[in-house]
T-cell receptor, first 113, second 117 residues
Framework: GQNIDQPTEMTATEGAIVQINCTYQTSGFNGLFWYQQHAGEAPTFLSYNVLDGLEEKGRFSSFLSRSKGYSYLLLKELQMKDSASYLCAVRRFSDNYGQNFVFGPGTRLSVLP | NAGVTQTPKFRVLKTGQSMTLLCAQDMNHEYMYWYRQDPGMGLRLIHYSVGEGTTAKGEVPDGYNVSRLKKQNFLLGLESAAPSQTSVYFC????????????????FGQGTRLTVV
């Protein structure tokens, strides 16, 4: 089966740094994606990792260790607008060039002034 | 630049009624997906399609059917709605992978909030 775990909720202060962890056990793994979802809105893409290591994108960075089944999303210089849910998703490849995404339960981040 | 468009945005059904949710994308993507999102459970894959005329089951397919007659459209049908199908439904699309390391991020529609009473 597929299993992806994330903390349910996190709280941090404006201007601080926060790390959101994600662990996974899935078959057909080929990439770890992070999405942001504000309340009542659609998820939007933040970053992805296919190989081990750190990917940096402005205030956001994502890390992947395939051997440990582990990823994290790092948010720096937190702003109030970063209050949202952060979804970890595994991209799975199947036969005939098929693919789908399996999502974790999401981490709701609250940024306090 | 519409991206992924879902209709309707809201709907209330009575138990046993049927309905179809429509998803349309204008990005020429090969892959399309239907997810449902429930509190505390994240996005769960219902069905997906890797191309026109093809469909496949996801994690929670029971009670739903899909069709992909045209590349740009992916329809989700509920034949006999049940209260357990009360949820927010998201459609998404992504490009076909040309290489293993290619970014094939999924683009999401704005969601359909369905209530079955």
């Amino acid at each position: 089966g597929q299993n992806i775990d994330q903390p349910t909720e996190m709280t941090a202060t404006e201007g601080a740094i926060v790390q959101i962890n994600c662990t996974y056990q899935t078959s057909g793994f080929n990439g770890l994606f992070w999405y942001q979802q504000h309340a009542g809105e659609a998820p939007t893409f933040l970053s992805y990792n296919v190989l081990d290591g750190l990917e940096e994108k402005g205030r956001f960075s994502s890390f992947l260790s395939r051997s440990k089944g582990y990823s994290y999303l790092l948010l720096k210089e937190l702003q109030m607008k970063d209050s949202a849910s952060y979804l970890c998703a595994v991209r799975r490849f199947s036969d005939n060039y098929g693919q789908n995404f399996v999502f974790g339960p999401g981490t709701r981040l609250s940024v306090l002034p | 630049n519409a991206g992924v468009t879902q209709t309707p945005k809201f709907r209330v059904l009575k138990t046993g009624q049927s309905m179809t949710l429509l998803c349309a994308q204008d990005m020429n993507h090969e892959y399309m997906y239907w997810y449902r999102q429930d509190p505390g459970m994240g996005l769960r894959l219902i069905h997906y399609s890797v191309g026109e005329g093809t469909t496949a089951k996801g994690e929670v397919p029971d009670g739903y059917n899909v069709s992909r007659l045209k590349k740009q459209n992916f329809l989700l049908g509920l034949e006999s709605a049940a209260p357990s199908q009360t949820s927010v439904y998201f459609c998404a699309s992504s490009p076909r992978r040309q290489a293993d390391y290619m970014n094939t991020e999924a683009f999401f529609g704005q969601g359909t909030r369905l209530t079955v009473v």
